[in-house]
């Protein structure tokens, strides 16, 4: 899907490409003055997978603008898309042993084994509850030009559902009064003006803003400075609908000076793509 949305964007797409022929694609792609290209690797070639981090840093210092999207999935999520979509896990043949296939989750494991170098370097995207729309919307975020070295994104999520795989920094605001409780606040989000006037009447919450933005200004230089060209600040509630919508909106506020600077809701709010 990540792929389609990408060549729809203009890019010129090649998906399973084998590792060692990644350098020699991408020089024929800039003899052929094609600008924008796209690869999908996977597991699909799993002998070549530890040789990609180096190929990829090799690529860069010779000049090479990349920028690595990894998506990933929570294990239940995984596991759901494979028994809908009825496709054998790439691994399976690979794990198996004397005649008998090894489960699925074995297999997403040993993948999860596998990419964990990469993963740790590059920046994840959360799949796990995401709409088409919304992945959509954020590869497009991620895909604009011209970007400084480090994308600052804040992402408001429900606890309920799971913390993000995506997020570097998390930040617990179910303590914070809740507008869930209110029945004509209820139907609303933390962008919808009513809510946002109530949670502010709290002090409690202008003072839960302050320690973040604080905590934040004292270590993004760190960040920065580590070569990091993504940082996720992950801000949940019960339900993902108010009070980690309206402090992540604030918190965006903040740091509107930042450029660029994403803004994430994992809720579904009224006017996101569906």
Not at 158 to 176: I, M, Q, S, T
Not at 225 to 242: K, M, P
Request: net charge negative; aromatic share 8%; with cysteine.
């Amino acid at each position: 899907m990540a792929l389609r949305m990408l060549e729809d964007a203009g890019y010129t797409c090649i998906d399973n490409l084998p590792v060692r022929f990644l350098s020699e694609f991408i020089a024929n792609a800039r003899d052929e003055q094609l600008e924008r290209v796209a690869v999908a690797i996977d597991v699909r070639s799993p002998g070549e997978l530890a040789d990609l981090p180096d190929t990829i840093t090799a690529l860069r210092a010779m000049g090479t603008s990349l920028r690595v999207i990894f998506l990933d999935a929570n294990t239940q999520t995984l596991a759901q898309r494979y028994s809908e979509s009825r496709r054998r896990h790439p691994l399976t043949d690979r794990l198996s042993r004397g005649g008998q296939a090894p489960s699925l989750l074995d297999a997403i494991s040993l993948e999860r084994d596998l990419l964990a170098p990469l993963r740790e370097q590059e920046h994840v995207i959360d799949t796990s509850g995401l709409t088409p729309g919304q992945l959509r919307s954020w590869i497009a975020d991620l895909i604009q030009d011209d970007r400084p070295p480090l994308v600052l994104t804040f992402q408001s999520f429900a606890y309920k559902r799971g913390v993000p795989n995506d997020a570097d920094l998390v930040f617990d605001v179910r303590c914070l009064p809740n507008p869930y409780y209110d029945r004509n606040l209820r139907p609303l989000t933390g962008r919808d003006e009513p809510v946002a006037t109530w949670l502010a009447s709290f002090e409690i919450v202008g003072q839960m803003i302050d320690d973040i933005t604080g905590f934040l200004q004292r270590w993004l230089p760190q960040y920065t400075q580590d070569t990091r060209s993504y940082l996720t600040i992950a801000v949940g509630c019960t339900g993902g609908q108010h009070r980690s919508v309206y402090v992540v909106e604030q918190l965006a506020k903040r740091f509107a000076d930042h450029d660029p600077l994403l803004v994430r809701h994992r809720a579904q709010l009224p006017d996101e793509s569906s």
